[in-house]
C-alpha cells in the first residue's frame, strides 16, 4: 500500500469536500486509514468507500442473491445515502489495528454480586473495551446503600458515590490519540443511593469520567404527579428486602429537576417504557434482559451486548429541494433502508471476524493465564451474545435539513407527523429487510414467535403490515432488535447535513480566522486577551447556501447583518433553530418517532440560560407521558461541573468572591503544597506532571517524562502528595516530592528539578510564574497552546503541560474564539479537560 502524506491526504480530502476544511480535517484525522506510526494510506473518502465496499461485497458473496462491490459502493460514496458511523468507518477492512467494530456495549454482573471481587471485575472490564476504542454502559443498582452491613472489616458499606469516582477514574485513564473512554452510569430511582447518585457530579472534579442517568419507573412518576410517598429497596424492586426507605418523590424529583436545570446532569431514563417495549427483554430469561444503556443514551443493552450504527442521510430522499415541487422519495427510501438493514447484519460478520482476532492475539500475549483470563473471557461473552441476537442500529441523520428542503418548519405538527410517517416507513422497511434475511440465512439464534407476541413494537408493526407479522411468525427475524436514532457529529459533518434528529443551530453563524494584522489587505475584526487578532466572516449551513442557490441568491456575496437576517426570514430554517423551536413539541416528536425505534433516541433539548426550572419539569413529565425512553435537557450557559461548599449551603461563589480569592493568591511561595499527580501519553511517551495548588487551584506545574532512567520512577497509585520547597547542602533550593506509601510512612524523591530535562524545568517556572499570579486557568493553557518553539520535543512538552492543566479548568467555562469544528457553533465550552460544544455535542480532546 501507498504512503500518504498528512498533508497530500488534507489537500486531496479539501478538495473532495468542496473547500469544507472542516469536513477535511475531520476524516484525515479520525477516519484515513492509519498505521500505528501514523502514516496515512488513503487519499480521499472515495478510498474509504471501497475499502468498505470491499469488505462488505466479501460477506455479500456468503449468502444467496448478493450486493455486489459497486453497489455497495454507490450506497456509501459521497456519504449521500448510507454512512456506516464511528468504529464501523475506522474499522472495516483495517487490518493495522486489532479493535472491535462496535460503537457501544453495556456489561453487568450477572450475579448480583456486589462483592469487592465482583465490582473489580466491571472496573477491568470496562477498561479492556475502552481501550478497544468502544463506549460502555452499567449499572449500579446492585451495589448496596451506605451503611449497610458487610462482612469484612469495613463492618458497613459505602455505598454508590465511591464507586462511582472509580468507574470515572479508569475512564479517564485511558485514551488514545487524544480520544477519551466514554462511560455511562445507571442506577435506579428505587435504589436507597439514588439522591447521592443524583447529586454526585455537583462537586467539581467528581465523576467527571462518565456520563449519569437515573432509571425512574412509571410507579414514581406518579408519585411525583401526586405528591405521594415513594418505597425505595434494596435489593430494588425486592418482595423481600433487606433495606426500605420511604420518601416523599416530589422531593428527590425536585433534585433531578434542578441538577438538570444546574448542569445537564442527570439525564432521565424511563425504565418501565424502555423494558415494556424492548423487543430483547422477551428473552430475559434467555440472558437478554435490558440493565443500562450505551454513554448517549440511544441503545439499551443487555450485559455483554453490543452494537454497530449505520445512519441513512434522509436529505438525499428530497427530490427538487427547497421548490415547491419539492417531495420524499418514499420508493427509493424504502429500497436503501433495506439495504441498509443487510449491510448491517453483513457488519455482524465482520464484527466476528474483529473479535476472534482479539481471541487470537489475547492466546499470544506473553501475560500468564490468570491474567488474560478475565479479558480472554469478556470477549468470549460478547462473542456469544452478538451471534444470538444479532443486534443492529440501523438510523438516521439530517432530520432538520430534510424537513427544510420540503419546506416543512421543524416543530410544526405537520413536520412532526411527516417525520413519523418517514420513521414508520424505516421500521417497516428494515423489519422486512431482516425477515427477507431470515429466509435466505437463517433468524437469531433465539428467535421465537410466542415470546415476542405481546409486544407493543411488534403488535404495532402488525397494525401496520400484517403479512409481514405472518411471514416474521413464519420465518423468523434475522436480528433481535434493529433501529436507533444516535448522535452523529462527525457523520453530519462530512454529509454536510443537520445532526441526527436534531434542528439545525443556526442557518448562518459567524466565524473567526486568525490573522497577522501586519499583512496586506488583512481585516482585523476582534482582538483577544491575549493579543492575537481575529477576523470574523460569515458561514452559510450548507443547505441554507442550497436554498439561497435555489431561489437565486448569490452565495459569494458579503452579505450585511440585516440582510442576513432577512434571508433567513424568508427560508424554510426560520423560527427553526434548536434555540427558537417549541420546546415540548420537540418532546411530543421524539415520543411519537419513539414508538418506530426499537432501541431509542439520542436527542438533547436546548433551552436558552433564561428557562425556568419549572419548564424543565415540564419538558420531563411531558416526555414520559409521550413516550419517551429517555431525555436530556441542556439549558444554555449552565456548567456541567459546580463548585458546592461542603456544607452545601451555597453552590457557586459569585464574582466578588473569586475575585477577592484570586487577589489572595500568595504570590511568595509557600514552603508546602498539596500536590496532584497527573499521568499522559504524548506520542507514545508516558509523561509525568506535579502540579502544586493551593486552595485547590493550580499553582505551579513541573512535568517531564516518567519511568526512564532520567525520569521519574513513581508507583502508579500514586496520584497524590505534597511538593516540599528545601536547599540542598549547598543552599540551592530545590522542590521535592512526598507521599505515603502502601503502609502509611512518608517517602520522599528528593530534587524534582534534577530529574527533568533543564530546558523544561525553565519552561515551568515561566508557566508557574502565570499560574501563581492568578491567570485564569483557561487562558494559561491557552498561551501554553501558542508558544512557538522551534524543538520538537519541547513542542510535546508543550502539549503535556496544556493537558495536565486543561482538567482544573471549571467545568463549563467558555471559550472565547473557538468555533464547534461539527456544527459551527461558538458555545464551546470546556469540560473534563476537553472541548465541548453545547449545541451538537461534538468534543475535541488532547
Request: proline share 4%.
Amino acid at each position: 500500500m501507498e504512503k500518504i502524506t498528512n498533508q497530500q491526504a488534507y489537500e486531496e480530502t479539501l478538495h473532495y469536500f468542496k473547500g469544507d476544511d472542516l469536513a477535511a480535517r475531520v476524516w484525515v484525522t479520525k477516519y484515513a486509514l492509519k498505521d500505528s506510526d501514523g502514516n496515512i494510506y488513503e487519499k480521499t473518502p472515495d478510498d474509504m468507500h471501497q475499502r468498505i465496499a470491499s469488505e462488505v461485497a466479501r460477506i455479500e458473496k456468503k449468502y444467496p442473491n448478493p450486493l455486489s462491490e459497486a453497489e455497495i459502493f454507490d450506497l456509501i460514496k459521497d456519504f449521500k445515502y448510507i454512512i456506516p458511523q464511528g468504529s464501523p468507518m475506522t474499522g472495516i477492512g483495517n487490518n493495522f489495528q486489532i479493535a472491535s467494530l462496535s460503537n457501544c456495549f453495556v456489561i453487568g454482573n450477572g450475579t448480583n454480586s456486589d462483592s469487592y471481587g465482583s465490582i473489580m471485575k466491571i472496573d477491568e472490564e470496562q477498561v479492556q473495551l475502552m481501550k478497544r476504542r468502544g463506549g460502555v454502559g452499567h449499572d449500579l443498582s446492585y451495589i448496596r446503600p451506605k451503611g449497610s452491613a458487610v462482612k469484612n472489616s469495613a463492618l458497613t458499606s459505602t455505598g454508590l458515590a465511591p464507586f462511582m469516582e472509580r468507574y470515572s477514574n479508569s475512564t479517564r485513564e485511558v485514551a488514545q490519540d487524544g480520544r477519551r473512554g466514554a462511560l455511562m452510569l445507571s442506577v435506579s430511582i428505587n435504589h436507597p443511593d439514588s439522591e447521592d447518585f443524583i447529586n454526585a457530579k455537583l462537586e467539581q472534579g467528581k465523576v467527571t469520567g462518565a456520563n449519569i442517568s437515573v432509571k425512574i419507573d412509571d410507579k414514581f412518576m406518579k408519585a411525583v404527579k401526586t405528591n405521594s410517598e415513594y418505597q425505595q429497596k434494596y435489593p430494588i424492586y425486592s418482595k423481600n428486602p433487606k433495606y426500605t426507605k420511604t420518601i416523599f418523590a416530589d422531593e428527590i424529583w425536585k433534585k433531578i429537576v434542578h441538577n438538570a436545570w444546574k448542569s445537564a446532569e442527570p439525564g432521565i431514563l424511563f425504565w418501565d417504557t424502555i423494558i415494556r417495549e424492548s423487543i430483547p427483554d422477551c428473552y430475559a430469561d434467555l440472558g437478554f434482559e435490558t440493565v443500562s444503556t450505551n454513554p448517549c443514551g440511544e441503545i439499551p443493552l443487555c450485559p455483554y451486548d453490543s452494537c454497530r450504527l449505520i445512519a441513512i442521510n434522509l436529505y438525499s430522499y428530497v427530490e427538487n429541494p427547497f421548490t415547491k415541487e419539492a417531495k420524499f422519495n418514499f420508493e427509493l427510501f424504502k429500497k436503501h433502508a433495506a439495504y441498509a438493514q443487510r449491510m448491517m447484519d453483513d457488519i455482524i460478520d465482520l464484527e466476528m471476524e474483529k473479535i476472534d482476532a482479539i481471541l487470537a492475539k489475547i492466546e499470544k500475549d506473553p501475560e500468564n493465564e490468570e491474567i488474560k483470563h478475565t479479558e480472554r473471557q469478556l470477549w468470549e461473552k460478547i462473542r456469544k451474545k452478538t451471534l444470538q441476537g444479532r443486534r443492529t442500529g440501523v438510523g438516521i441523520t439530517a432530520e432538520g435539513d430534510m424537513l427544510a428542503a420540503l419546506n416543512l418548519r421543524y416543530g410544526s405538527k405537520e413536520a412532526n407527523d411527516f417525520s413519523v410517517e418517514v420513521h414508520k416507513t424505516l421500521a417497516l422497511s428494515a423489519y422486512r429487510s431482516s425477515v427477507e434475511m431470515a429466509k435466505e440465512r437463517g433468524a437469531f439464534e433465539v428467535f421465537d414467535a410466542e415470546k415476542e407476541k405481546n409486544n407493543p413494537f411488534i403488535l404495532r408493526l402488525k397494525e401496520a403490515d400484517e403479512s409481514l407479522y405472518q411471514d416474521m411468525v413464519k420465518y423468523g427475524r434475522r436480528n433481535i432488535a434493529l433501529l436507533t436514532i444516535a448522535p452523529t457529529g462527525s457523520t453530519s459533518l462530512m454529509s454536510q447535513t443537520t445532526s441526527g434528529i436534531e434542528p439545525v443551530f443556526l442557518p448562518v453563524y459567524k466565524r473567526r480566522r486568525k490573522v497577522n494584522p501586519n499583512d496586506k489587505d488583512v481585516r482585523v475584526d476582534f482582538v483577544d486577551e491575549v493579543g492575537d487578532s481575529w477576523e470574523e466572516y460569515i458561514v452559510f449551513h450548507h443547505h441554507f447556501k442550497t436554498w439561497m442557490q435555489v431561489n437565486g441568491y448569490d452565495i459569494s456575496k458579503n452579505y450585511s447583518n440585516e440582510e442576513v437576517q432577512d434571508l433567513i426570514e424568508k427560508s424554510p430554517y426560520y423560527k427553526a433553530t434548536s434555540n427558537d423551536i417549541d420546546w415540548l413539541s420537540k418532546v411530543e416528536m421524539q415520543g411519537a418517532i419513539q414508538k418506530w425505534v426499537d432501541h431509542s433516541i439520542s436527542v438533547t433539548i436546548n433551552i436558552p440560560n433564561e428557562a425556568t426550572e419549572e419548564l424543565v419539569n415540564q419538558l420531563y413529565i411531558k416526555a414520559w407521558e409521550v413516550g419517551c425512553k429517555g431525555v436530556t435537557v441542556y439549558r444554555d450557559g449552565s456548567r456541567s461541573g459546580v463548585l458546592v461548599s461542603a456544607d452545601d449551603k451555597k453552590e457557586e461563589k459569585d464574582e466578588e468572591e473569586t475575585t477577592s480569592s484570586l487577589e489572595a493568591f500568595p504570590t511568595k511561595r509557600p514552603q508546602i503544597l498539596e500536590a496532584d499527580v497527573v499521568r499522559f501519553q504524548n506520542n507514545k511517551e508516558k509523561w509525568i506532571a506535579f502540579v502544586g495548588l493551593v486552595n485547590g487551584r493550580p499553582y505551579e506545574i513541573f512535568t517531564g517524562l516518567a519511568d526512564d532512567e532520567e525520569g521519574i520512577m513513581l508507583p502508579r497509585w500514586v496520584n497524590e502528595g505534597l511538593i516540599i520547597k528545601n536547599r540542598d547542602e549547598n543552599g540551592v533550593s530545590r522542590y521535592d516530592f512526598q507521599f505515603k506509601n502502601l503502609r502509611g510512612y512518608k517517602t520522599t524523591i528528593e530534587g524534582l528539578s534534577h530529574k527533568f530535562n533543564p530546558e523544561f524545568w525553565n519552561y515551568a517556572k515561566l508557566i508557574s510564574g502565570t499560574l501563581r499570579h492568578g491567570m485564569p486557568i483557561e487562558n494559561v493553557v491557552e498561551l501554553i497552546n501558542r508558544l512557538e518553539l522551534d524543538s520538537e520535543s519541547i513542542n510535546t512538552w508543550k502539549a503535556g503541560v496544556a493537558r495536565a492543566l486543561k482538567r482544573y479548568i471549571p467545568d463549563g467555562t467558555e471559550v472565547d474564539g473557538h468555533k464547534c469544528s461539527n456544527c459551527g457553533s461558538d458555545q464551546v465550552v470546556y469540560q473534563e479537560g476537553c472541548l465541548i460544544c453545547k449545541n451538537c455535542g461534538n468534543s475535541k480532546c488532547g
